[in-house]
């Protein structure tokens, strides 16, 4: 795409949660159609997008750039869209420590604006963000527990992104394992 909304995109390496925008939705489908688009023009095996991250969970404060993770087929080499993405505008930050993932980022360092995870499609990557972002959109309990989290990690860490990701990273791993969250302890 070429003009962004104003509505999404932060400083890299800030924290910043805003209240839930239903255009974050809308923003994320016109991003992976146009993607789409790119990759058939290039005659490429298409991907699969999904709209992850907290800009994906109704009712959910977020920092305001869109995750998106796009699955390739199993087999396929992911630097096999890596001139297509930079084409489009997204910068290559290699796997920053996940072996399984190819991170591009989207929008100058001063206003990021996207951030897409290319992975193999129903891989460990995929379905542990599919279950993550599936069980906050589906249990209020966990959303709201979640969104304290996050915003206890945001007031302690507001200039340091790794800082807060790493915050949330145990309570993460707990509901994607089936732990169980009661609105008691919200």
Known sequence: MTNEPSFI????GTVQLHAYDPAWAEVFRAE???????????????????????????????KPIIDLMAGHQPGIEPRTYFRTLQAAG??????????????FVRGPEHHRTHHLNLVTADGAFWRDHVIFRDRLRAEPAVRAAYATLKRRLAAAYPDDRGAYTAGK??????????????????
């Open 90 to 103: 997204y910068e290559s930050r290699g796997p920053q420590g996940v072996p399984e993932r190819e991170l």
């Open 32 to 62: 992976a159609a146009w993607l789409a688009q790119q990759i058939a023009d290039a005659e490429l095996p298409p991907l699969l997008f999904e709209h992850v991250g907290s800009t994906a969970v109704p009712e959910l404060k977020a």
């Open 9 to 12: 995109g932060l400083r890299r």
């Open 169 to 186: 990273a145990a309570f993460v791993l707990y509901i994607i394992r089936g732990g169980i969250v009661s609105s008691a302890r919200c």
